[in-house]
């Protein structure tokens, strides 16, 4: 008696969720020195950070820890977990305060007052690839500091997969933190350092 096969299926990707990703690092399968990113079950190999990404980086986070006090901790390159398939590490995000400082997981959307990405040459990766992610998670406020461009690129209102709002900021202007209202606005000029 012939045993009957399965028919011939296309191949299909594998995607995976947090908790491998997180296993697979405890494992050393993904090298601790690669910055890599799990975005919709898919991991990602991201630049390395030159030195103007790092020097905006440190400009912002200055900024925002000075004049924050005690309203938002503020997370340089963390993990933010967005859902069981996303787990980004943005260049900088404002968090509400926990009184362990999220020892016991990572933070989530609704911790998120304001997750900011740094572009030097990964503008349109952070527009058309995490915006979404961002917006299908929920997090209520996004920016995109395009370096070459001297402009920020601000994100309001999620809707399904989108930013209902989008607004884009110059060296001559300030940019409120929607969700910090008692946060002075934040010069564009400061932040590029120019």
Not at 42 to 62: D, E, F, K, V
Not at 106 to 135: I, N, Q
Not at 137 to 159: C, K, M, N, T
């Amino acid at each position: 008696m012939a045993t009957a096969t399965a028919p011939p299926t296309p191949p299909t990707q594998r995607r995976f969720t947090v908790d491998e990703y997180e296993r697979m690092a405890e494992a050393g399968v993904l090298p601790e020195d690669e910055n890599v990113e799990l975005l919709d079950g898919r991991i990602y190999r991201m630049s390395p950070i030159g030195s103007r990404r790092a020097a905006c980086i440190r400009r912002l986070n200055q900024f925002f820890q000075v004049r924050l006090q005690s309203q938002a901790l503020v997370s340089v390159q963390h993990p933010v977990r967005l859902d069981e398939a996303s787990e980004p590490e943005p260049d900088l995000t404002l968090l509400a305060p926990q009184k362990d400082d999220y020892s016991t997981h990572h933070p989530g959307p609704d911790d998120v007052f304001l997750l900011v990405e740094v572009a030097d040459t990964s503008l349109d990766f952070d527009r058309e690839t995490k915006g979404p992610l961002y917006a299908r998670a929920g997090i209520s406020e996004y920016w995109v500091i395009a370096l070459d461009d001297e402009q920020v690129h601000v994100f309001r209102d999620p809707e399904r997969k989108q930013f209902e709002t989008h607004k884009t900021y110059g060296l001559a202007d300030e940019i409120a933190v929607a969700t910090l209202s008692t946060l002075d606005p934040v010069p564009v000029k400061q932040i590029l350092g120019a």
